[in-house]
């Protein structure tokens, strides 16, 4: 099983970047997924989350309006539209898969992508 994070990159504050995350080796369509980050120097951190049929979501404060989690399961794919990035955004984001429901945790995630660099630039 694994999990293909992508679309990281270098942006400017007030950019956008979409991330990707394709699992292979089973489907995750009844599970939760969900995006992690961590910053340098700081312990990873819930940034989002998506139930198995989309209909519960969920986000740390700090992305409320600016983040959208979405996921296509006939694809097995998970998305992550970042707009109006900041600085303090900058970081390594993880997606994740497994959970029984949506999660903060990350524990309750059993699979885990490789992680793709976001940088946001001021």
């Known amino acids: 099983v694994q999990l293909q994070a992508s679309g990281g990159g270098l942006v400017q504050t007030g950019g956008s970047l979409r991330l990707s995350c394709v699992a292979s080796?089973?489907?995750?369509?009844?599970?939760?997924m969900g995006w992690f980050r961590q910053a340098p120097g700081k312990e990873r951190e819930f940034v989002a989350a998506i139930s198995w049929i989309s209909n519960i979501v969920d986000y740390i404060d700090s992305v409320k309006g600016r983040f959208t989690i979405s996921r296509d399961n006939a694809r097995n794919t998970m998305y992550l539209q970042m707009n109006s990035l900041k600085p303090e955004d900058t970081a390594v984001y993880y997606c994740a898969a497994g959970s029984a429901t949506t999660s903060r945790k990350s524990a309750e995630y059993t699979y885990w992508g490789q992680g793709t660099l976001v940088t946001v630039s001021s």
């Open positions: 080796g089973r489907t995750f369509s009844r599970n939760g």
